[in-house]
C-alpha cells in the first residue's frame, strides 16, 4: 500500500485525515527520491534498531501493532514476511509518526531514506504500545498529559546524555593536541620517523572520532 511521506492519513484509517498523523515508509512499488543524504553508519544503525521490531524474541517487538493475518509482501521485490504485517508509531512533540512494521526492509534493500522530520523523530521521540495509542487515541486527557510528561522526561535525558558527549569529546580532542604538542617537543619536526608517528596518530584519531 502507497501512503506518501508527510500525509496525516493512517494506513488504518486512511480514508480519514488527523492532524496529528505523520505517516512514512509506506512505499507501495516504488522509493521516493530524496535531496538529503544519511552515512551508511545512520543507515545501518537505522535498520539494526528496526529489525528489533520485527523479532518475536526482542522486547522491542511490543511496539509493533495492529498484526493481521499472513504475510506482508513487499511491491517492490515481492518478498514476503510474516512479521511486517503491522505498524510501529513514535509520539515526538504534537505528532504521532506512523510506518510499517517492516520499513527497515525498505531502508536496507531498497536504500528507502526516511524524511529529516522522521530522523529527529527516532532520535528525540517515544515507541507507543498499542495499549498506550488507543488510550492516546481516545482523547483521554489525563493519558495524555502522562505520556506528553513522559516524553518531555525522555527529551531532556537524551539532551543530557548528548551535552556529555559532546564534553567527553572536547576533552579528547584536547588530550590529542597535547600529545601531539610532546611530540612536536621531543622529536625535531624534520625527522621522517616523527612525522609518521604524527600521520599514524591523525589517521587513527579521524577514524574513530570524524566518521
Request: charged share 30%; net charge positive; hydrophobic share 30%.
Given at each position: 500500500m502507497?501512503?506518501?511521506?508527510?500525509?496525516t492519513k493512517d494506513?488504518d484509517?486512511?480514508e480519514h485525515?488527523r492532524?496529528?498523523?505523520?505517516?512514512?515508509g509506506w512505499l507501495?512499488d516504488?522509493?521516493?527520491?530524496?535531496?538529503?543524504?544519511?552515512?551508511p553508519?545512520?543507515?545501518k544503525?537505522l535498520?539494526?534498531?528496526?529489525?528489533?521490531f520485527?523479532?518475536?524474541k526482542?522486547?522491542n517487538?511490543?511496539?509493533?501493532?495492529?498484526?493481521?493475518?499472513g504475510?506482508?509482501?513487499?511491491?517492490?521485490?515481492?518478498?514476503?514476511?510474516?512479521?511486517?504485517n503491522?505498524?510501529i508509531?513514535?509520539?515526538n512533540e504534537?505528532r504521532?509518526?506512523?510506518c510499517p512494521?517492516?520499513v527497515?526492509?525498505?531502508?536496507?534493500?531498497?536504500?528507502y531514506?526516511?524524511?529529516?522530520?522522521?530522523l529527529?523523530?527516532?532520535?528525540?521521540?517515544i515507541?507507543?504500545t498499542e495499549?498506550e495509542?488507543?488510550?492516546f487515541?481516545k482523547?483521554?486527557?489525563k493519558?495524555?498529559?502522562?505520556l506528553?510528561k513522559?516524553h518531555?522526561s525522555y527529551?531532556r535525558?537524551m539532551e543530557?546524555?548528548?551535552?556529555?558527549?559532546?564534553?567527553?569529546?572536547?576533552e579528547?580532542?584536547?588530550?590529542a593536541?597535547?600529545?601531539?604538542?610532546?611530540?612536536?617537543r621531543?622529536?625535531?619536526?624534520?625527522?621522517?620517523?616523527?612525522?609518521?608517528?604524527k600521520?599514524?596518530f591523525?589517521?587513527?584519531w579521524?577514524?574513530?572520532h570524524?566518521?
Amino acid at each position: 500500500m502507497y501512503i506518501s511521506d508527510g500525509s496525516t492519513k493512517d494506513y488504518d484509517d486512511n480514508e480519514h485525515k488527523r492532524s496529528c498523523i505523520y505517516s512514512w515508509g509506506w512505499l507501495g512499488d516504488s522509493v521516493p527520491l530524496t535531496l538529503h543524504y544519511i552515512t551508511p553508519d545512520i543507515r545501518k544503525a537505522l535498520v539494526d534498531q528496526f529489525k528489533q521490531f520485527v523479532d518475536p524474541k526482542s522486547p522491542n517487538y511490543k511496539y509493533v501493532m495492529q498484526h493481521y493475518m499472513g504475510h506482508h509482501t513487499c511491491q517492490i521485490c515481492e518478498k514476503q514476511d510474516y512479521y511486517w504485517n503491522g505498524s510501529i508509531r513514535i509520539l515526538n512533540e504534537d505528532r504521532i509518526y506512523v510506518c510499517p512494521a517492516g520499513v527497515s526492509h525498505y531502508i536496507e534493500e531498497h536504500r528507502y531514506t526516511p524524511p529529516r522530520q522522521v530522523l529527529k523523530a527516532i532520535k528525540n521521540g517515544i515507541f507507543l504500545t498499542e495499549k498506550e495509542w488507543q488510550n492516546f487515541n481516545k482523547n483521554d486527557e489525563k493519558y495524555q498529559g502522562e505520556l506528553t510528561k513522559r516524553h518531555a522526561s525522555y527529551t531532556r535525558r537524551m539532551e543530557k546524555e548528548r551535552i556529555l558527549e559532546e564534553r567527553e569529546n572536547a576533552e579528547a580532542k584536547k588530550r590529542a593536541q597535547s600529545k601531539l604538542d610532546r611530540i612536536n617537543r621531543h622529536m625535531n619536526s624534520g625527522d621522517e620517523f616523527a612525522k609518521a608517528i604524527k600521520k599514524s596518530f591523525l589517521v587513527a584519531w579521524e577514524e574513530k572520532h570524524d566518521r
